[in-house]
Structure formats: C-alpha cells, structure tokens
C-alpha cells in the first residue's frame, strides 16, 4: 500500500494505492484507481464539493407575509392561492405556502370535488449545468384521496410535459403526509434546458379532504459529476 500526499493552501489530500503483494509497482501494467482516504480534520479541495443552491422560492416576502414568488396557475377548476393556513407548522419556513383548497370552507379547509389545477414555477435556466446532477427539492403536507385523486410533480421543456412523481402511478410521495415532509427528486435528465416545475391536483367528484400545501418549492441543488 503506497501513500501519496498532495500539498495544498490550507489542506492536505491524502490518496491510497493497493497493489497485490510482492509486486513492484513499475512492473505493473494497466490503469490504477486511486481510493480517496479523508482523516478527521482533513478537506477534500478536488474534485471539490460543487453543492448550493441556484433557485429558490418559499413563498413569503421579507415580512414573512405571503407572495407567489413569480408562480401562477390555471385549471378548470383552479384551486392554488398562497395562504399563511399552516404557516406554524413544523417542517417548512413560516409564513406563506402555497396551498391547493379552500381555507374558508364550511367544515375547514379543503378542496372541492371536480377540481383542476396546475401551479407552475418561472423559468428555471439548467443550461449551464450540463453532466451534472441536478434535485429539485421541495416541503410539503399532502391530504388527498387515496386512489382517486392524484397530485403530481411534472418538468416542462418546450412543449414536452413529463411526470417525475405522483401519489398514484410513478410513486414518489403518499396521498397523506404526516404533517409536512420533506421530497427530493433527480432532475439530472433536464440539465442542459431551460424548465418549469408543474404542481398539479386532479380531484373526482366524491370525497373531500383537506388537499396540499408546497413550500420551499423548487429549491434545487446542483452538484458537479465526477
């Protein structure tokens, strides 16, 4: 086992070598995969970790009180609004969310029958982040019923609408949350295009619930391949 040491400003990298016993290494032909070794204290300078995020909306403004943050909507029975209903909720930033339903129903907040909406972000610019991986992250409280009604997350380019999760077919989150949780989807496929992220409830004419609430919606980090 051979160990090389690369010196850096602030750091060294520490690489290790495994050669099969008793033979030298310039007897050897082929190519080496050299593993990585990171000791307590020691910070990997390259390839560096390119994480952060490049797009972000939480639906409230400086004051904490609600804004669509450039999102808008449309449907045959549109229900989308951003409302403060929820906005002490554990698992997503206070303030504004935006929430599929009505706040103001009868019998508490929910969604009517037949009802139709697709929530649907700013253009999203991934044209710089080609080969690397790109998730789109976002919080949320989903009441829906199961089976019958779906929720969906889609990516737009062009003309091109493609599904990446639902509560139903593709899987990707459940029809009832426990309070609000947290979802990441792999959008590396679109990376190299200019996208929107599409929300859509799709609700039958029977049965009720509470519907879903989104925040932190298209918070996405991109990461550099290696």
Request: net charge negative; no cysteine.
């Amino acid at each position: 086992e051979l160990l090389f040491f690369f010196n850096a400003p602030a750091t060294t990298e520490i690489y290790t070598l495994s050669l099969p016993d008793a033979l030298p290494i310039w007897l050897l032909p082929g190519t080496f995969t050299v593993a990585e070794v990171l000791p307590p204290g020691v910070v990997q300078t390259f390839p560096e970790d390119a994480s952060f995020e490049f797009f972000r909306a939480d639906f409230s403004d400086n004051g904490a009180g609600p804004d669509n943050d450039g999102f808008t909507s449309s449907g045959f029975f549109d229900q989308w609004n951003v409302t403060t209903e929820r906005g002490n909720d554990a698992g997503h930033s206070a303030g504004g969310s935006y929430y599929f339903g009505d706040e103001f129903a009868p019998f508490g907040p929910e969604y009517a029958n037949d009802a139709d909406g697709a929530l649907i972000s700013p253009t999203i610019d991934l044209t710089a982040f080609v080969g690397q991986q790109i998730f789109l992250e976002f919080n949320h409280f989903l009441a829906i019923e199961e089976f019958f009604d779906i929720a969906s997350v889609a990516i737009v380019s062009g003309n091109v609408t493609t599904v990446i999760a639902d509560n139903h077919v593709i899987g990707g989150f459940r029809s009832f949350t426990s309070g609000f949780e947290a979802v990441t989807l792999d959008i590396s496929q679109f990376a190299g295009r200019q996208v929107q992220v599409e929300f859509s409830l799709v609700s039958d004419s029977i049965v009720q619930e509470e519907g879903w609430y989104i925040d932190e919606i298209g918070r996405a980090s991109g990461r550099a391949s290696v």
